[in-house]
């Protein structure tokens, strides 16, 4: 069994469909917010993965039509949709993974710190449950700003006792999408052969790419064209932001990336090996409490944080310049927890 769970081991072998479900071990995947945005295609996705035996799939209201809509297609996953507080504990109970898009997106002249007030919230009480249901499932958490809802969740969790480092990640995946797809463009290199990790945080300029360790690596690159690029990941969700005109933010791209994130969860918990992606997490690599960088996942969620490698001087200023702000994000969603 192990040699066929290691021929899925590739990232960018999204689907490993050449493999029947009955391979692979029974997992339950719950998305909280999954009438939203982000949740109705993450919702498919997931129902395509063929590592999913159960799908639960929770919000507020509307959760019923989604489940129903999506339970018709023909894959491995059950799924059951809940919807209101009272069922909460029912989605969540037994889940390996739980993934969180809830929450609202932003509108155009919005930062990611302007959801603070509203989504802080909503994720305290999300973690509360998790803690009291799930406390052993790998957490993905999307609902921004990022850089203040994982330090919530980890001190909601530190709170009930049931924190656990190795299972709490912030969702940064569609940063380190963004990043490969526009550095294809410009380097002009086939998108499915590229490899750029991305560092920092989620929001901003605490979003920060490392082209100069790019794979395939790109000569043609002038200094210029790198800065560029890097603005561009770090406004790529504001682009989506403006181009949707108040309609919202970033919802499909997310979802891959949101799916792309929870199968290495699923892979690594499989006992997959060599499953490397980027996630904001609790970390040592630099004095910052949490930090996104490249992590390797395993059976118990993060196996190992992976340092940053070498540094070019344009990203050794850009490490510099977005710490304060991620640090004061940090301690912002920590204070919350506290105080509320
Ligand atoms: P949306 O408004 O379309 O959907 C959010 C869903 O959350 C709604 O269905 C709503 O009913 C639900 N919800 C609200 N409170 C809830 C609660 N207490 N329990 C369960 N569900 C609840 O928003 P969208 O576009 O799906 O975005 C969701 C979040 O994801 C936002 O915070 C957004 O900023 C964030 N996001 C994160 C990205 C990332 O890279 N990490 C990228 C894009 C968006």
Do not use: W
Request: hydrophobic residues 40%.
């Amino acid at each position: 069994a192990d040699a066929v769970l290691r021929r899925g081991a590739s990232s960018s072998q999204f689907f490993p469909r050449a493999f029947s479900s009955g391979s692979f071990p029974e997992r339950k995947v719950t998305i909280l917010g999954a009438a939203g945005g982000i949740g109705q295609p993450l919702s498919l996705l997931m129902k395509l993965n063929p590592l999913v035996s159960n799908l639960s799939l929770y919000d507020i209201a509307g959760t019923p039509g989604v489940a129903a809509d999506v339970s018709h297609i023909n894959t491995r996953a059950e799924v059951e949709g809940y919807a209101g507080d009272d069922q909460l504990g029912k989605a969540l109970d037994g889940s390996d993974v739980v993934i969180i898009p809830a929450g609202v997106p932003r509108k155009p002249g919005m930062t990611r710190d302007d959801l603070f007030n509203i989504n802080a919230g909503i994720v305290k009480s999300l973690a509360t449950a998790i803690a009291k249901y799930c406390p052993n499932a790998l957490v993905n958490m999307i609902s921004n700003p990022v850089n203040s809802t994982v330090p919530i969740a980890a001190e909601v969790f530190k709170k009930a006792g049931t924190f656990d480092e190795k299972r709490l990640f912030g969702v940064t995946t569609l940063d380190v999408v963004r990043a490969k797809t526009f550095y294809a463009a410009k380097a002009k290199v086939p998108v499915e052969d590229v490899n750029v990790s991305v560092v920092g945080g989620h929001a901003g300029i605490t979003i920060l790419p490392l082209f100069s360790q790019a794979t395939p690596p790109s000569n043609s690159l002038s200094h210029e064209d790198i800065k560029a690029l890097t603005k561009r990941t770090q406004d790529g969700g504001t682009e989506v932001v403006e181009a949707k005109a108040g309609k919202g933010s970033a919802t499909l791209s997310m979802a891959y990336a949101g799916a792309v994130f929870a199968d290495a969860c699923l892979k690594g918990l499989n006992g997959v090996s060599d499953i490397v992606e980027c996630s904001f997490v609790q970390s040592n690599v630099t004095e910052l409490p949490f930090f996104a960088s490249k992590v390797r996942l395993g059976k118990n969620g993060v196996e190992e944080v992976l340092g940053l490698g070498p540094l070019s001087d344009f990203e050794k200023q850009g490490l510099e310049n977005l710490k304060p702000e991620l640090k004061a994000s940090i301690e912002k969603g920590i204070k919350f927890a506290r105080e509320n």
